[in-house]
């Protein structure tokens, strides 16, 4: 059995996570000084977004070089210094590969411009002598841009991010010659970027999503990562609803699960997606994640605070209002209900501090192409992206020295919800985190549903009883079983919008 089968993964956005050169921004020597945190949280993996050499038009997912690491963030024998450090901690390190596109200050791009039309460094992209779709960009505008001599090339992202051509044996090539770069240097399994987007079909709408050609891609990736002793993993970034193809057993381990992670607060829909998902993955064989966050959504406290509290890309619910205390009493209930379901579990950095999508960032600070390429219209992610509080009363909260400023203003009200003032209260979010994720292993078995109220979600495994109250009313608890841990005090009766961990009666 592979260590991804049962592992909590922490998402760490290194911009975000610490700063330790001083300058405002996250990075490497942040991370290493907070390593003994996230292994006293209890997690047995970090996923690093990337940290590669970019001119950082989307944050680093816009790659000029996949073999280095950005000054931005450090160097790379300080990020060979991490991996090992985190390994002598136990935890694995996972790193994002971005193979869709890479930056246009890469150097092939840089040399494809250069060669011009039909020269063979072209074809190491999308170029075309006109835009040969209506394709749109999935940041806002069309996914054509031309160049000085005429023609036009692809970007599903950024125009700073353009395309690869996996159609060019070249590429594949040099990504393998990444995938075991990073391998070699010990990293344990990569996160990948738009994972079903590789291959494209120019003719067809929506032609570039899980097209038959990328399976064989992950089949030669898995070969490399199967090359090594200790098996190296991937998941994958996929939100087509047909995930499961690329859960062959020689293709990707896992892929994350973005139903779970974009369903609404109501226990019949949140029954029926774990239901699914249990039964998709069960039928070939791989094992289920649980996402509730990342850098790309809203967080979920403010998400389960509104009164719709699916997940939506509309820009619309900007800023629409949120009722946090309830937001928090339901991301607490979440957390257990996540944490003791099979498979792997995602914990996206300051989700265990119970942080809220910070909606009021001056647009002049904001850094998301979403927004200018929405013509202002898509404030865009970086709500999700604020740096994190770790002590202190007063922005930077120990992210940064106190005398300078983060790359993005944390909200004062978040004074109450740094690391150090939760790390000693039995009723804050980061302790809830702690204990479940000592208990977590613990919990082995097959889930079987239990009859209760069709406002609880309630199901056993082995030796734990899992019970999350959606409903308005209180639900008794079942007689006679012990209480391990809760999100709320209880004692004969659940409360709304709260769960707990039972052992069944004797
Ligand atoms: C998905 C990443 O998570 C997101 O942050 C990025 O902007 C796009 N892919 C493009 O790389």
Redesign the pocket.
């Known amino acids: 059995m592979s260590w991804i089968e049962n592992a909590v993964i922490y998402q760490i956005y290194p911009r975000s996570f610490a700063d330790g050169g001083g300058d405002g921004v996250g990075d490497i020597s942040g991370i290493r000084a907070r390593l003994p945190y996230l292994r006293d949280l209890g997690v047995d993996a970090i996923w690093l977004?990337p940290w590669y050499t970019s001119p950082m038009a989307?944050?680093g997912?816009?790659v000029a070089d996949y073999r280095d690491i950005d000054p931005l963030f450090g160097t790379l024998q300080e990020g060979t210094a991490l991996i090992d450090e985190a390994h002598a901690l136990g935890l694995k390190v996972i790193l994002?590969i971005?193979p869709?596109?890479c930056s246009d200050q890469h150097p092939r791009f840089q040399a494809a411009l250069k060669a011009g039309p039909g020269s063979p460094e072209r074809d190491f992209f999308w170029f075309r002598d006109e835009p040969a779709n209506d394709w749109t960009s999935?940041?806002g505008g069309p996914a054509w841009t031309p160049v000085p001599d005429g023609q036009f090339y692809l970007h599903?992202?950024a125009p700073e991010?353009p395309d690869w051509n996996w159609g060019n044996p070249l590429v594949r090539k040099d990504f393998e010659q990444t995938l075991r770069f990073w391998f070699d240097r010990g990293v344990d399994g990569f996160r990948i970027?738009?994972a079903e987007a590789l291959v494209k079909v120019l003719d067809t709408p929506g032609g570039y999503r899980n097209q038959e050609g990328v399976h064989e891609i992950y089949r030669s990736w898995r070969n490399v990562a199967d090359s090594y002793p200790d098996k190296r993993v991937f998941v994958g970034?996929v939100w087509d609803p047909d995930f499961t193809r690329f859960l062959r057993h020689d293709e990707l381990h896992t892929v994350f699960n973005f139903a779970f992670l974009s369903c609404p607060w109501d226990a019949t829909l949140m029954r029926e997606v774990i239901a699914n998902t249990l039964d998709t993955h069960k039928k070939v064989g791989a094992p289920p994640t649980w996402v509730l966050s990342?850098?790309?959504v809203v967080r979920h406290v403010t998400r389960y605070g509104r009164t719709d509290t699916g997940h939506y890309w509309i820009p619309e619910l900007y800023g629409s209002d949120a009722d946090l205390t309830l937001g928090i009493r339901r991301a607490r209930a979440a957390a257990l209900l996540a944490l003791s379901l099979p498979g792997c579990a995602y914990v996206y950095q300051g989700e265990e501090l119970g942080l809220p999508q910070v909606e009021n960032i001056p647009v002049e600070l904001l850094q998301d192409?979403r927004w200018v390429r929405s013509g202002g219209t898509d404030r865009g992610?970086d709500g999700s992206r604020v740096p994190l509080p770790w002590s202190g009363q007063a922005p930077p909260f120990g992210f940064s020295p106190d005398d300078i400023a983060p790359w993005l203003p944390q909200p004062q009200s978040w004074a109450g919800l740094t690391a150090e003032v939760q790390a000693t209260d039995p009723a804050s979010m980061l302790t809830l985190y702690r204990s479940a994720l000592k208990l977590r292993p613990g919990w082995e078995g097959e889930v079987s549903w239990m009859e209760m109220d069709d406002e609880v979600i309630a199901f056993r495994r082995d030796e734990l009883m899992c019970l999350v109250n959606f409903g308005n009313e209180p639900v008794a608890v079942p007689e006679g079983a012990g209480i391990v841990l809760a999100t709320e005090p209880i004692s004969e009766t659940l409360p709304t919008d709260a769960a707990v961990w039972l052992r069944p009666p004797s």
């Open positions: 977004s989307d944050a997912y816009d994002d971005v869709n596109h999935l940041f599903l992202f991010q970027d738009v970034e990342n850098h790309d192409p992610r």
